[in-house]
């Protein structure tokens, strides 16, 4: 072979080469195909307690609702109950205000009340002279409420039940005498309901939950002429 047909072999071996070279590091170059991301949260206990609404009031001689509860809206409602004394021909000045109960968990109900008035003598009006219970109440079938499960109602029920309450034969006062049918059994704070979760796994947009009325009552008397006035405070949480 003479030397020009040597060299143009040679060039075509050596770019061969060079070809295969490339070849081969274009084969051995790796593409991911898959990847991870981890992801991680956490869901805490929650409980709530709004207003479920509107207030009733009956049976008040004058008075009113100063601050009507609005639902959803925290709780801060104020009644006017008028007249508590003879003057009032009514059996019970009677309030009811519905509670509104959210939870993704067990809850607890509690509440605190405390009294105060202008009245000196044992005729006036004290804490055990104001009704207190739970009237009735049911989980509904609501979108996402949770159904299964009982709540527990630790009061006596509506104050003005017969059952909770009558004339004392000796003194002739009227007196609430079943179990915590009265704020006197709660000048520390009580459970008044407790259950399990509310709701079901919904978004927070969806806004229902247990309404459950809180009913407060006097029973108009003889009472030392004053005035009276009286704070419930509600507390929920997760026990």
Do not use: C, W
Not at 43 to 70: I, M
Not at 125 to 150: E, N
């Amino acid at each position: 072979m003479n030397m020009p047909n040597m060299l143009k072999s040679l060039t075509r071996v050596a770019a061969g080469a060079a070809f295969l070279l490339l070849g081969a590091v274009g084969t051995d170059a790796q593409v991911n195909t898959s990847g991870t991301v981890n992801l991680s949260g956490t869901v805490s206990k929650f409980v709530e307690l709004n207003s479920g609404g509107a207030v009733a009031l009956t049976g008040n001689s004058g008075g009113g609702v100063t601050t009507d509860g609005v639902a959803d809206n925290a709780l801060a409602v104020v009644v006017n109950m008028g007249e508590l004394g003879p003057a009032n021909s009514n059996s019970f000045v009677k309030l009811s205000v519905p509670l509104k109960i959210r939870s993704n968990t067990n809850y607890v109900l509690s509440m605190s009340a405390s009294v105060s008035g202008s009245g000196s003598t044992a005729n006036r009006i004290v804490a055990s002279d104001i009704g207190f219970g739970l009237g009735s109440f049911s989980r509904s079938s609501a979108v996402g409420v949770h159904t299964t499960g009982v709540d527990t109602d630790n009061t006596s029920g509506d104050p003005t039940n017969l059952a909770n309450g009558g004339v004392n034969a000796t003194s002739g006062r009227f007196e609430y005498t079943a179990a915590r049918s009265h704020l006197g059994a709660f000048s520390a704070s009580t459970t008044v309901l407790s259950g399990p979760r509310v709701l079901n796994a919904v978004p927070r947009a969806n806004t229902n939950g247990l309404v459950v009325p809180a009913v407060f009552s006097v029973k108009p008397q003889f009472y030392e002429e004053g005035s009276m006035t009286a704070t419930a405070t509600f507390t929920i949480a997760a026990p």
